[in-house]
């Protein structure tokens, strides 16, 4: 996986600043996340990465390149949200594909590798089924397939499980982990549930009215028993 800088980032909003001064590195293979209450510019930060919203200040760097001039879809990055975004015609197979279509890819290649993507998250079996077909969980598990089919170098992920029960949830952690584990990517992951943040990370960022107030480990920052 990538490592990733921000320095003296900056977001304002007219007069008001939604992110203030945040630096942050997080090393390459890490799990890191930014923790905060709603409105506290984690996903005006996670944004900034993507490259959806431009910085008031500051910069981003990836792999020791300034990518702040560089469009979203040149950053090399996986992006899997809340709200999935699946196309609802067409198959879980043609989802998964989508980004290695955009990028060029062969057909014969394009199939191979999504069958690939979607056995890592355990739905091969319905790569021809459509996405309405499938419950709130596989479906963001495609959407997950669809992040990591062209081998991001970085994985953002914007509360991906908040549209989910309890249950579901906690599958989907234990799964995230496995595939964060086994792919050695760099996630930035962005949640305001504290137990979320301490059951996944390697790092918590916790952020409070656009600052981050506190980085370390989940021991360093909460006693667990
Ligand atoms: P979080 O992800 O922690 O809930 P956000 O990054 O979404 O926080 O928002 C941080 C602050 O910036 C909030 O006060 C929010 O209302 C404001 N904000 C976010 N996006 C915009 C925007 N496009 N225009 C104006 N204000 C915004
Ligand atoms: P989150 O659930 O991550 O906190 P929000 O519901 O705050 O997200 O924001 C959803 C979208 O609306 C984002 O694209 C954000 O940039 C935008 N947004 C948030 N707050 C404002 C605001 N005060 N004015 C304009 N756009 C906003």
């Given amino acids: 996986g990538a490592d990733l800088r921000l320095s003296g ?11 203030e001064n945040v630096d942050l590195e997080v090393a390459s293979g890490e799990f890191l996340t930014l923790l ?14 993507a490259g959806f919203t431009e ?11 300034e990518i702040t001039a560089v469009p979203p879809h040149k950053r090399g990055l996986g992006m899997v949200f809340q709200n ?14 989508f980004p290695l279509r955009q990028r060029g890819v062969a057909k014969a290649e394009r199939a191979r590798r999504a ?20 419950s709130g969980g ?12 062209f081998e991001p170098r970085l994985l ?20 995230l982990r496995r595939l964060h584990h086994e792919l050695g990517i760099t996630v930035v992951f962005v949640t305001h549930d ?19 107030e506190q980085v370390g480990t989940p021991e360093e920052l909460y006693e667990r028993p």
């Fill in 9 to 19: 980032l900056v977001k304002r909003y007219g007069g008001t600043a939604a992110v």
């Fill in 36 to 49: 905060g209450p709603s409105g506290s510019g984690k996903t005006t930060t996670l944004s900034m990465i």
């Fill in 55 to 65: 910085p008031s200040g500051g910069s981003v760097v990836i792999d020791g390149q």
């Fill in 84 to 97: 999935y975004s699946l196309f609802p015609h067409l198959s879980v197979r043609e989802n998964v594909e």
């Fill in 115 to 134: 069958m690939e993507a979607l056995e890592l998250v355990e739905l091969q079996g319905r790569a021809n089924a459509k996405p309405s077909q499938l």
């Fill in 138 to 149: 596989q479906q963001q598990r495609v959407a997950l397939a669809r992040a990591l089919v």
């Fill in 156 to 175: 953002l992920m914007d509360e991906p499980f908040g549209a989910l029960d309890r249950a579901l949830r906690e599958r989907l952690q234990v799964e």
């Fill in 194 to 212: 504290q137990e979320e943040a301490l059951t996944l990370s390697d790092r918590i960022a916790v952020f409070n009215e656009g600052r981050i």
